[in-house]
């Protein structure tokens, strides 16, 4: 009889279990779908605790107070212990990035976006066809679907699928190398750049069209206001690894980089010379500046972050009011520093080419460097090549 009075319970234990199996199989396929892996751990315990508990309780083992505060005792400790990476995941998602995605397609020429500048005058030049195949940074692309629209036939330029493409600097880079583009909008090439065009017997000719700020920025909620190139050098290097050692709290610097061979990670590797960067943790790592093709540059807003950009990108394109840019040297970045050579991180920003054969490229470059299009620069929010 005794044996008898276990079947049902033991029956009933494997239909829990069952059930629970497939509840597992399901949010852990949710969880894939949705990329949240880190709760695989949490809802795989919860599972198993629960399971474990439907079956002691079928076999009465919570006769006793004692084994239920027990048995609760170590539940709540394995859930807790497998909850800690979701809880870290999600606080880290709550904190506010500096700067969100851009929508290239408030830049897209002939489509009345006021991303893009126009010319208060009729062009002195038209191109009709053998139009030139471009590419370049997401944050020069207002500047040349600027020039697009003053030069170009009326027609759609997806900013993914036309003569007009917009990119992360690598990727416009690697566009130009391949043959894929006539001409690139981009900052200087990396040496790791410089190095694949030799290779592949390419030169490459640069021409400055205009002028901008390397700019380091930091929480809004950080009372450090400037540095010295000295100080951020000592900073990325990691010499200097807590805030108080530059005037601020005692606070641990989180320095973000970039990847290798984008436009603003290439400037930070100009502006240390012969200083070695540290190297940064991965998730320290920002990925790109490219709206829908790469996720842009997602700087966490911690209160002790500190990252890099442009000033054009970071004030004109993002307009993020979490951040503040810093003034360096006792200067801040504007397009009168600039101008006047007082602000001492500024850069030229280039038309790069690579041998093409579209006998438009040059003629283009050519109107770019007149008083028309370096008016368009100035219109955009730039600094001209010629002041």
């Known amino acids: 009889m005794e044996k008898k009075s276990l079947v049902a319970p033991i029956l009933y234990a ?72 979701p809880i870290q995941h999600e606080y880290k998602n709550r904190i506010p ?55 170009y036939p009326k027609k759609d330029y997806s900013p993914y699928d036309s003569e007009v493409m917009v990119n992360t600097t690598p990727d416009a880079y690697s566009n130009l190398f391949n043959g894929k583009v006539d001409m690139i909008f981009v900052a200087a090439p990396s040496e790791a750049q410089k190095k694949t065009a030799e290779q592949k017997g390419l030169e490459l000719k640069m021409t400055p ?35 108080k050692d530059v005037g601020g709290n005692d606070n641990t610097i989180r320095a973000f980089q970039r990847p290798a061979n984008s436009g603003s990670q290439t400037a930070l590797e100009h502006l240390m010379g012969t200083t070695p960067i540290m190297e940064a943790p991965s998730e320290d790592i920002a990925t790109g500046m490219g709206g829908i093709i790469n996720e842009v540059s997602k700087y966490k807003n911690y209160n002790n972050a500190i990252g890099y950009t442009f000033r054009f990108y970071s004030t004109e394109m993002v307009k993020n009011n979490q951040i503040k840019l810093l003034e360096i040297e006792g200067v801040a970045p504007t397009k009168e520093t600039i101008r006047s050579g007082t602000y001492p991180i500024t850069s030229e920003f280039y038309i ?17 460097l007149s008083p028309q299009g370096q008016g368009l620069v100035e219109k955009i929010g730039y600094v001209t090549i010629s002041e």
């Open 352 to 368: 790069v080419t690579a041998g093409t054969e579209n006998p438009n490229v040059e003629k283009l470059i050519e109107w770019i």
């Open 97 to 151: 990035t500096v700067d969100a995605e851009v929508n290239t397609y408030e830049y897209e020429p002939f489509t009345n976006s006021q991303g893009v500048a126009i010319l208060d005058e009729q062009t002195t030049m038209q191109l009709t066809d053998s139009l030139p195949k471009m590419d370049g940074a997401t944050a020069l692309y207002p500047l040349y679907a600027s020039f697009v629209e003053a030069t």
């Open 14 to 85: 494997i239909f829990i279990l069952i059930g629970m199996l497939f509840f597992t199989v399901f949010i852990l396929f949710f969880i894939l779908l949705t990329g949240k892996i880190y709760y695989v751990a949490l809802i795989i315990t919860s599972a198993v605790v629960l399971y474990v508990f439907n079956v002691l309780t079928l076999f009465h083992f919570f006769k006793r107070k004692k084994r239920k505060v027990t048995f609760g005792a170590i539940a709540g400790v394995a859930i807790l212990v497998s909850a800690i990476s």
């Open 209 to 243: 069209i205009g002028r901008e700020a390397f700019v380091f920025f930091v929480n809004q909620k950080n009372p450090i206001d400037r540095l010295t190139i000295e100080q951020i050098k000592a900073i990325y290097s990691g010499k200097v690894t807590n805030w």
